[in-house]
T-cell receptor
Framework: DAGVTQSPTHLIKTRGQQVTLRCSPI?????VSWYQQVLGQGPQFIFQ???????GRGNFPDRFSARQFPNYSSELNVNALLLGDSALYLC????????????FGSGTQLSVL | RKEVEQDPGPFNVPEGATVAFNCTYS??????FFWYRQDCRKEPKLLMS???SGNEDGRFTAQLNRASQYISLLIRDSKLSDSATYLC???????????FGTGTSLTVIP
């Protein structure tokens, strides 16, 4: 079975641009979470979606938004990019939303110039 | 105070050594605890869940002390392939958000 897939793997943008990152969870998993990982730090929680509804939001500005589709795939959107948004964006899927183990995709490396 | 705190290391140990990592967490209502392993420029991968009774998986042993709010990971007979960053992970009280430590770097030396 396929694991969590993310696209694109790498992305280069300039300040002020907008970006959309995509994620497909493991088959049968209904929850998708997004994390941001800056070099030298652990992943930071951005969003969790379960059954197309937002179930949690981390301490990120409104420039960050996400959604989940009926097939449980998800998109993360970031508007008005800042240099500080440069990071590895990780998508994780889990069976349900209640604190179960997370399975991560290989991430999207975003560089903002 | 950070939700999860880990000693970042680095830990440099010879092959065959035993090494222990500790982690403390601040939310006493947390219910789920994990150790993840992350190789350079790769995604985190689940190493093991951590249970109150303690659990073992081969050379790896994890312990949870709820009273003191700390989690430990013991690696016995270290292998070169154990070189990685080990992330301590704790969920919030509603279960929908996971907090990661900054990670502890381990290098196993031949």
């Amino acid at each position: 079975d396929a694991g969590v897939t993310q696209s694109p793997t790498h992305l280069i943008k300039t300040r002020g641009q907008q970006v959309t990152l995509r994620c497909s969870p493991i088959s049968g998993h209904k929850s998708v979470s997004w994390y941001q990982q800056v070099l030298g730090q652990g992943p930071q929680f951005i969003f969790q979606y379960y059954e197309k509804e937002e179930r949690g939001r981390g301490n990120f500005p409104d420039r960050f938004s996400a959604r989940q589709f009926p097939n449980y795939s998800s998109e993360l959107n970031v508007n008005a990019l800042l240099l500080g948004d440069s990071a590895l964006y990780l998508c994780a899927s889990s069976l349900n939303s209640g604190g179960e183990k997370l399975f991560f995709g290989s991430g999207t490396q975003l560089s903002v110039l | 105070r950070k939700e999860v705190e880990q000693d970042p290391g680095p830990f440099n140990v010879p092959e065959g050594a035993t090494v222990a990592f500790n982690c403390t967490y601040s939310n006493s209502a947390s219910q789920s605890f994990f150790w993840y392993r992350q190789d350079c420029r790769k995604e985190p991968k689940l190493l093991m869940s951590v249970y109150s009774s303690g659990n073992e998986d081969g050379r790896f042993t994890a312990q949870l002390n709820r009273a003191s709010q700390y989690i430990s990971l013991l690696i016995r007979d270290s292998k070169l392939s154990d070189s990685a960053t080990y992330l301590c992970v704790v969920n919030n009280n509603t279960g929908n958000q996971f907090y990661f430590g900054t990670g502890t770097s381990l290098t196993v030396i031949p």
